[in-house]
C-alpha cells in the first residue's frame, strides 16, 4: 500500500508509523500517488490566525464576533466541540462555552494570511480556483515532473509549510474531480490529509447524506427528502428523466454526483462574478440592531476578498428571506466601483430600510456584483455623498495602521455590537 509520511514527506510501502521519523501521521491509499485534483481548507481560520497571533490564546476556546448583542462569525474547534457555530448568537455561544475568548474580526491580518498561502499554491501550480480566503481547488495535473514527485507529496509540503512558515494548519482533500475533493477535504479536520479514489468512490458515497453536496441547503434538503432522498444510496434508484422532471436543471447534476461524477473543471481565470457573503441564523429575528451587525460584519468579509482579490464591484446586493422563505433581493448601482467595507454597508443598509417586510428574518446577505479591477475604484468624490472619498481614505489608512500596530488600533464603534 503506496503510504506517505506528512512530517518528513517520506514515501513509501505498508508501514504503521513512517520508517524514517517514526511518526503516526502517515496517509496511505491505493491511488495515493495517481490523483491531482485537490481541495486545501484552512482549519478554523480567522480564529488560528488569532492564535497564531496572540500566543496566550493557543490553548483557549476562541470565538470570532461582536459583542454580547452579535454573532458567532466563526469559532476554533475547541468552542466547536461545546456546540458554537457559525451565525449562534453571541449569548447563547457563551451560554455553551462561557470560558471563551471572544475576539473581534481582524480582516486585514485574514487578508494578509490569505495572499501567503495563496502564493504557496502557486508555487505548486497555475491552476488554482480560490472558493473563498481560506479554501482553494488546485488541478496538479502534469505537475510531477516540475516538482520531482507527485501531487500527494507536494500537497503535504504546502501544508507543512504553511504550518512551518505561517503558523496555520489546514486540510486537504485529493480525488480525481472537484466535488469528490471537496467533500475529501473535511473528512478529518483538522490537519487532515483525506483521499476518494476512482475505485472506491460509489461504495463511499452510497450510505452518505445527501447533504455532502455542496449548495444543498435547508429548503433543497427538505424538497429531496419529500421525495425520499436522504442518502446517495437512495439517489441511485432514480433514473435521469424523473430526476430532471423532479426537480429540473438540479436533478441532472444530482444523477451524475450521485455516482461520483463532476465534469467541472479547476480553472486559475474564471471571472469572478461575484463577491458575497451570506448566513443563515439559527433563530428567526427582527432585532434591528442584530441585523445591523450582520450587515456590517458582512460588510468587512465582502471588502476583504475584494481587496484579497485586487477587485472591487459597481453593484451592491442586499439578500433577505423571511420566516416562510420568500426571498427579497435588492441591488443598488454605484457611480464607481468599490471594495470598501463603509461604503458596501451603507448601500446594503439603506436598501435594508427600503423593504417593507420589517422580518423575521432567517437567512441575510450582502454581496458585490459587476466585478471589475480594483484600479479605478473608490478613487473619485460622488456629488451625492461628499465625505464617501474620505472615509475610504480613512479605511485604507486604518488597514495600514492595523497591519503594523495590530488589529486593536483603530476600531470602528459597530463593530462591538
Request: net charge positive; glycine share 8%; hydrophobic share 40%.
Amino acid at each position: 500500500m503506496p503510504a506517505l509520511c506528512r512530517d518528513c514527506l517520506t514515501t513509501f510501502d505498508s508501514e504503521t508509523r513512517c520508517p524514517k521519523c517514526r511518526s503516526p501521521r502517515v496517509t496511505r491509499h491505493p491511488e495515493l500517488f495517481d490523483l491531482s485534483i485537490a481541495h486545501m481548507d484552512c482549519d478554523a481560520f480567522y480564529a488560528s490566525v488569532e492564535k497564531r497571533d496572540n500566543p496566550a490564546l493557543a490553548d483557549k476556546p476562541v470565538i470570532i464576533g461582536g459583542g454580547r448583542r452579535g454573532v458567532v462569525s466563526t469559532a476554533c474547534y475547541v468552542a466547536r466541540i461545546k456546540g458554537v457555530k457559525s451565525a449562534m448568537p453571541m449569548f447563547q455561544a457563551l451560554k455553551l462555552c462561557p470560558e471563551a475568548v471572544v475576539v473581534r474580526p481582524n480582516f486585514e491580518a485574514y487578508t494578509e494570511a490569505s495572499r501567503a498561502i495563496r502564493q504557496m499554491m502557486d508555487e505548486l501550480t497555475p491552476v488554482v480556483e480560490p472558493l473563498s480566503l481560506d479554501e482553494a481547488f488546485m488541478d496538479l495535473t502534469g505537475t510531477a515532473r516540475l516538482h520531482h514527485a507527485p501531487p500527494a507529496v507536494m500537497l503535504a509540503r504546502l501544508v507543512k509549510r504553511m504550518k512551518d512558515e505561517l503558523g496555520l494548519t489546514g486540510s486537504i482533500g485529493l480525488s480525481h474531480n472537484k466535488f469528490l475533493a471537496k467533500v475529501a477535504s473535511d473528512l478529518d479536520k483538522p490537519r487532515g490529509f483525506s483521499i476518494i479514489g476512482k475505485e472506491e468512490t460509489t461504495e463511499f458515497l452510497r450510505p452518505k447524506s445527501v447533504r455532502l453536496i455542496w449548495g444543498i441547503g435547508p429548503a433543497a434538503q427538505a424538497s429531496l427528502e419529500s421525495a425520499g432522498i436522504r442518502t446517495f444510496d437512495d439517489l441511485l434508484r432514480w433514473d435521469r428523466r424523473d430526476l430532471h422532471d423532479r426537480f429540473g436543471g438540479m436533478g441532472e447534476r444530482l444523477y451524475s454526483l450521485a455516482r461520483g461524477e463532476d465534469g467541472r473543471r479547476i480553472s486559475a481565470h474564471t471571472p469572478v462574478k461575484t463577491l458575497s457573503n451570506e448566513t443563515t441564523f439559527h433563530e428567526n429575528t427582527s432585532d434591528i440592531e442584530i441585523l445591523d451587525g450582520h450587515l456590517w460584519r458582512m460588510a468587512e468579509k465582502v471588502s476583504a476578498r475584494a481587496k484579497a482579490k485586487d477587485k472591487a464591484g459597481r453593484v451592491v446586493q442586499l439578500k433577505l428571506k423571511t420566516q416562510d422563505f420568500k426571498l427579497i433581493s435588492k441591488r443598488q448601482s454605484l457611480h464607481h466601483p468599490t471594495q470598501i467595507a463603509d461604503t458596501i454597508y451603507r448601500t446594503a443598509r439603506g436598501l435594508f430600510d427600503q423593504v417593507s417586510n420589517r422580518g423575521p428574518f432567517r437567512l441575510l446577505g450582502v454581496g458585490l456584483s459587476e466585478i471589475t479591477s480594483d484600479s479605478d475604484a473608490d478613487r473619485e468624490g460622488d456629488l451625492l455623498d461628499p465625505g464617501a472619498g474620505k472615509r475610504a481614505e480613512a479605511e485604507r489608512a486604518a488597514d495600514k495602521i492595523r497591519a503594523k500596530f495590530g488589529k486593536d488600533a483603530i476600531i470602528k464603534g459597530r463593530a462591538l455590537r
